[in-house]
């Protein structure tokens, strides 16, 4: 964890101010707890590995679930825009957005409006900073049920093993726990896929709800493709 007396320690952005002589100079400015909800465009917001991982690996998994299907885009750390007076548009870790009109689309935010179409699942995994904390589970619980995301998911750090929960928005539009199933997992409604904590306690295991097939990383395909190559070469 970052030193608490470090002002840097939640990030920075980039921005010019102007010196006694008149003169412009680029300069970092510390990021405040105010600023995880509403980032802007290229602002640097520190994390930890594990986090940095973790993210990044379930941007892998769903982006190669869902590859097949040219009107869901994965985003990741991109900027939600609602256009709801008063609301923050925060950059969710992950994001499954169904009915896109171009998903390779070169997108710096992503506009609901003008997409016509919003994140039917969000994912937030939860730094160890306390404003960090207190953004992912307060603070956008309510903007991410304002903004009407159906499901959100939230994956505490592992101290000593991952805490998943989730909420789901009720016929009346306001967020309800996910109940867990007898294993701890999460189903998904919105994507058919199941959530649970991989057994070492430091991960997401994802599975496809109808088979009950675990959901692999481009890495493990690979893997599993060579290995059925090497096996057929071998012959009977």
Request: aromatic share 8%.
């Amino acid at each position: 964890m970052i030193a608490d007396d470090d002002p840097f320690r939640l990030g920075w952005r980039y921005s010019f101010v102007r010196l006694p002589d008149g003169r412009k100079e680029l300069r970092e400015a510390p990021l405040a707890a105010a600023d995880l909800l509403d980032p802007q465009v290229g602002d640097h917001v520190t994390q930890n590995s594990w986090h940095v991982g973790v993210v990044h690996g379930l941007f892998d998994i769903l982006s190669w679930r869902y590859e097949p299907h040219p009107d869901v885009f994965v985003s990741c750390d991109l900027k939600m825009i609602w256009r709801i007076r008063g609301l923050p548009n925060p950059s969710p870790d992950i994001g499954v957005i169904p009915g896109v009109r171009d998903k390779a689309h070169f997108r710096r935010s992503f506009d609901v409006r003008k997409e016509g179409t919003r994140p039917a699942l969000v994912m937030e995994v939860v730094s160890d900073e306390p404003e960090h904390q207190s953004a992912d589970h307060d603070e956008k619980v309510r903007i991410y049920e304002r903004a009407g995301i159906p499901e959100y998911l939230i994956l505490d750090p592992p101290y000593p093993s991952c805490r998943l929960t989730g909420h789901r928005l009720d016929a009346t539009g306001r967020y309800q726990p996910i109940p867990p199933d007898s294993e701890g997992g999460l189903l998904s409604a919105t994507t058919g896929i199941r959530f649970k904590v991989a057994p070492e306690g430091r991960s997401l295991h994802l599975f496809d709800a109808a088979t009950g097939e675990r959901l692999l990383s481009s890495s493990e395909v690979r893997a599993e493709l060579a290995r059925l190559r090497k096996d057929y070469a071998a012959g009977p």
